[in-house]
Every structure is written in C-alpha cells, then in structure tokens.
C-alpha cells in the first residue's frame, strides 16, 4: 500500500538559513510525489511535484525537493528561510491509479525565526 | 493553476441542523472530488470520493448518512453534514484533481464548521 512518511512534527530554524523538511514514501511502481504548504485556516497551495527526470524539483517561493530513489525519499529544501515560510507543510504521493486522492503524510510545521 | 472555490469559509450551527458546504472548480471540470477532514494540527483525513453522476465511495469509518455527498455537475460537489453534533467540528476541505496519475489536486479554502 502506498503511504507517506513526514518523521518530524516540526522544524525550527533562523531565517536566512537553509531549511529541510523530510519525506519518505512507499509506493509500488512509479511514484508521483508531491509537496504542499498550508497556512492557518486555509486549504492547501502546491508547492511542487516530481513525476519523473530530472531528481531536482524547482517549486514555488524559491522551495525545492531531491527525489532520491534509492532511499525512497523526496524531502523539501530552501536555501535562504523566510520567515513567511512558517506553515504547514504536507508531502503527498498519488496511487498510480487515475483520479484516486492523494495520499498525505501527517505534515510538519516549519517555524522561522527571525 | 487551477482554481477551487469552497463555500462557505466558516459557519456555525446548532447542534440537531444541517449544513451544506459546497465545492467548485471554477476553470476545469472535476469529474472527481474528494472531501477532506482535518482536526487541529493533524494531517487530512480522507472522508469519500465524490464522482460526477454517481454515488460517493466513502472511505472506513466514514457514516455516509450522516456526511452526504453530491455531485451533480462536472464543477459542482456538496457535503451536507446532518444532524451535526459538537463532535463534528472541524475543519472541511475539498479538493479536485485532473484525471491524471500525475496531476497535482487542486484544493477549496477550507471550511471552518463549528457546532454549539
């Protein structure tokens, strides 16, 4: 069965230093792998995705995500921490199957300070 | 990208009363939604995929008489929580997705539902 795995339940760092938030998946197949971020008492914006290519995955706001295979892993990255980056931030693969939801790890908050 | 409007963003209600929340994608046709709960600071919990002309699949646990979906146009899906009890407060979200394995969802605001 697919799932999706977020270790941390928050992350803290210092604005202007990188920042990392860690996702595992488990997924039979191809996995298509997402990442979003939400803000309090909003829905979801997406931020990124990887499908398939290039293991480097350029988002939106400067965010980034590595897809590496082998440790089944596609954690998000920024090199330079706003501290409007400060939110929630859910990582998601879909089933390989069309028009299924996708499937969401617990999520993990990002605080930044200043 | 695409654009899902969810309505409306917060309601209150006593409890024993209905509330509908609707769900629209406003530039492409949805022929699939899915409706989302999520408690404070948790992950979403999928409550049932809502399909265009046909019946909801509700996912385990999930009372289908109690949360009742409808989806009668390709840009339009509806949950209706009935009989809302204080337990039922929460945090509602729709989302909408292309029929790709590929393709991002695309989600509503969120609707804020608390029941006194």
């Known amino acids: 069965a697919q799932s999706v795995a977020q270790p941390e339940d928050q992350v803290n760092v210092a604005e202007g230093n990188p920042l990392t938030v860690k996702c595992t998946y488990s997924v039979s197949g191809n996995p298509y792998l997402f990442w979003y971020v939400q803000y309090p008492n909003r829905g979801l914006q997406f931020l990124l995705k990887y499908i398939t290519g290039d293991n480097l995955v350029k988002g939106s706001y400067g965010f980034e995500a590595e897809f590496n295979k082998s440790q089944t892993s596609f954690h998000l990255k920024k090199p330079s921490a706003l501290v409007s980056d400060s939110a929630l931030y859910f990582c998601?693969?879909?089933?390989?199957?069309?028009?299924?939801?996708?499937?969401f790890g617990k999520g993990t908050t990002l605080s930044v300070s200043s | 990208g695409a654009v899902v409007s969810q309505h409306p963003s917060r309601v209150i209600c006593k409890s024993g009363t209905s509330v509908k929340i609707e769900c629209r994608s406003l530039?492409?046709?949805?022929?699939?939604m899915f409706w989302y709960r999520q408690f404070p600071k948790k992950s979403l919990m999928l409550m049932a995929t809502s399909n265009e002309g046909s019946k909801a699949t509700y996912e385990q646990g999930v009372e289908k008489d109690k949360f009742l979906i409808n989806h009668a146009s390709l840009t339009l899906s509806t949950l209706t929580v009935t009989s809302a009890h204080p337990e039922d407060s929460s945090f509602y979200i729709c989302?909408?997705?292309?029929?790709?394995?590929?393709?991002?969802?695309?989600f509503g605001q969120g609707t804020r539902l608390t029941v006194v």
């Open positions: 989302s909408a997705r292309g029929q790709g394995m590929n393709t991002e969802a695309f």
């Open positions: 998601a693969v879909s089933l390989n199957q069309a028009g299924t939801a996708l499937i």
């Open positions: 530039d492409f046709q949805a022929t699939t």
